[in-house]
């Protein structure tokens, strides 16, 4: 299910700056928990930050306080360009139906949090969805994916099957690879491009913090190389 932020919330991107978040929402480590294979299965949360009305989110990767701003950015003269369109998820997303379930799926926006592999790869999965037990598979991988990539729709009604969220934000910490992953935007927040303009309102998305996505402001898993 989608949760509407409230009204107040909100993530400004800055020309070449960092994210000014506004509204109070919480923040939060969110480690990905794997098993011995280096599968992802979960996420656990780590270290909760003191939640404040407002505060700037490291945008360039450079800030010696992350996850905050510290100015590094006008330092190293870090170039924030937004690449990534405004076009709807559903315009850009390609579609895979299953017996019971379809899985739309948007590659640029894959934040390689790996949910998706374990079992047989939830591209394979999903056409194998009148098994109960896949199918609940299907639905778990594609509910984890953070950047919103994959959703699942009931085939029957059209309708996206999501995780409830309460709005707040979440910092990946990858246990497998060993890096820090994007910023975890949850609960239908708005995001407001440098020129003002907002981007599809989301139940999930993942915006860079590493400074080097190809598809800026949102995370496009270059942190992991």
Same mark, same amino acid.
């Given at each position: 299910m989608k949760t509407k932020a409230p009204t107040q919330a909100k993530i !400004? *991107? +800055?020309r070449d700056g960092p994210y000014l978040v506004s509204g109070g929402l919480p923040l939060s480590?969110?480690?990905i928990v794997t098993n011995a294979e280096g599968d992802s299965l979960e996420y656990r949360e780590g270290v909760k930050f003191p939640t404040t009305p407002q505060?700037?989110?490291?945008?360039?990767? #450079? $800030?010696?306080?992350?996850?905050?701003? @510290?100015?590094s950015h006008a330092? %190293?003269?870090?170039?924030?360009? !937004? +690449?990534?369109?405004?076009?709807?998820?559903?315009? #850009?997303?390609k579609t895979i139906d299953g017996p019971t379930l379809q899985l739309t799926d948007q590659d640029k926006l894959c934040a390689f949090a790996r949910f998706c592999d374990p079992k047989?790869? /939830?591209?394979?999965? *999903?056409?194998?969805? @009148?098994?109960?037990?896949? !199918?609940? /598979? %299907?639905k778990h991988e594609a509910g984890h994916c953070p950047a919103g990539r994959l959703v699942i729709r009931d085939k029957a009604t059209g309708k996206a /099957?999501?995780?409830?969220?309460?709005? $707040?934000l979440g910092l990946?910490? @990858?246990? !497998?690879k060993k890096v820090g992953g994007p910023?975890? %935007?949850?609960?239908?927040? +708005?995001?407001?491009a440098a020129d003002v303009k907002a981007y599809e309102i989301r139940n999930r998305v993942t915006l860079c913090r590493c400074g080097n996505s190809a598809n800026k402001p949102f995370c496009d898993g270059s942190h992991a190389d």
């Open positions: !400004e *991107v +800055t480590e969110q480690w505060y700037a989110l490291c945008r360039c990767g #450079q $800030s010696a306080n992350k996850p905050f701003c @510290d100015g330092k %190293v003269r870090f170039n924030g360009t !937004e +690449t990534a369109g405004h076009e709807p998820y559903l315009e #850009q997303a047989g790869r /939830i591209w394979n999965l *999903v056409k194998q969805t @009148d098994n109960p037990e896949i !199918e609940k /598979i %299907v /099957i999501e995780p409830e969220f309460t709005p $707040s990946i910490e @990858d246990t !497998e910023i975890w %935007v949850r609960g239908g927040i +708005t995001i407001m």
